[in-house]
């Protein structure tokens, strides 16, 4: 790095008591962003909880008789609610996370190191809510769809098996999938920035890109529920977004020998 205020924007190296004091001031910031998001999404738990139950509300919307969820251990709803204050805290208040990383880290960059780092920053949460709406709207609807089917009416002989969701199980499983959803939709900011950095090309990522779909199918099967309709839910996005990859690696590629280009033809 360099030591000039212009190319930096720093007046000065800071000591390392002062790097101690502006850490301990961003982790309060980021923490106390958090326990407030936190208790706000514990009052609003009710409603986010039937917010995410919605998808299994609209399959059995048409049935005859009404449906209900469970919950078989006094303390199960509370810790439910304390999960979703959690859950839902940790994602409102990521932007005033991401900003002390960004006040903490950005005066010890170049000025193209900010302009680099920055997109991916605001990039992150973007791509991780589109990929818990696709559980949300696509996947949910057809899982639910699918695990109901196992249902058996009562006959002669059989007894019926109908569906009556735990409370926690049901918040466990969505959260699951969200999260890996929303992961696996990170994948163009991860690999984009590992071309970046010269860790790997466009051409190497079209080379294996036979690899990367075993790999995606891989990590279907290990970070969804053991049915089909997760796993390809989960597997074909992946591939889809590996290509897109591969496009973004391919510009950042360009741009960074345009640079070059640029800075040798600049005068000494």
Same mark, same amino acid.
């Given at each position: $790095? ?8 720093? +007046?000065?190296?800071m000591?390392? @008591?002062?790097? =101690?004091? +502006?850490?301990?001031?961003? =982790? ?6 958090f ?7 514990y ?12 998808? =299994? ?16 251990? $006094? ?34 960059? *170049? %000025?193209?190191?900010? !302009?680099?780092?920055?997109?991916? =920053?605001?990039?992150?949460?973007? @791509? ?7 559980? *949300?709207y ?10 109901a ?12 098996? /109908?569906? /009556?969701? %735990?409370?926690?199980? *049901? ?11 929303? @992961? ?11 071309? !970046?950095?010269g860790f ?6 079209? %080379?294996?890109?036979? *690899? ?10 290990? @970070? ?18 590996? /290509? ?10 360009? !741009?960074?020998? %345009?640079?070059?280009? /640029?800075?040798? +033809?600049?005068?000494?």
């Amino acid at each position: $790095m360099t030591d000039d205020p212009a190319e930096t924007g720093d +007046e000065g190296k800071m000591s390392l @008591l002062e790097h =101690l004091v +502006e850490l301990r001031t961003r =982790l309060m910031w980021s923490v106390g962003s958090f326990v407030i998001c936190f208790f706000v999404a514990y009052y609003f738990a009710n409603p986010v909880f039937n917010f995410l139950v919605q998808p =299994l509300a609209d399959m059995w919307v048409n049935d005859a008789h009404p449906r209900r969820l469970i919950f078989t251990a $006094m303390q199960e709803k509370f810790f439910t609610d304390l999960k979703i204050a959690f859950f839902v805290g940790a994602f409102i208040s990521f932007p005033v996370v991401a900003i002390q990383v960004w006040l903490f880290v950005a005066p010890g960059l *170049y %000025k193209n190191e900010k !302009r680099a780092f920055l997109p991916f =920053l605001f990039a992150t949460p973007v @791509l991780f809510f589109a990929g818990g709406a696709f559980v *949300y709207y696509l996947v949910l609807p057809v899982a639910w769809n699918f695990f109901a089917s196992f249902e058996q009416a009562a006959a002669a002989g059989n007894l019926a098996i /109908e569906l /009556e969701p %735990k409370v926690d199980q *049901y918040l466990s499983l969505v959260m699951q999938l969200i999260f890996a959803f929303g @992961l696996c939709f990170e994948l163009p900011v991860i690999l984009t920035l590992l071309a !970046r950095i010269g860790f790997i090309s466009s051409a190497g990522m079209r %080379k294996n890109r036979r *690899y990367a779909i075993l790999i995606a199918f891989v990590a279907a099967a290990v @970070l969804t529920p053991p049915d089909p309709i997760s796993q390809l839910g989960l597997a074909i996005p992946i591939i889809f977004l590996y /290509e897109i990859s591969i496009l973004c690696a391919r510009l950042t590629e360009k !741009r960074q020998q %345009k640079e070059a280009a /640029e800075a040798d +033809e600049t005068p000494a």
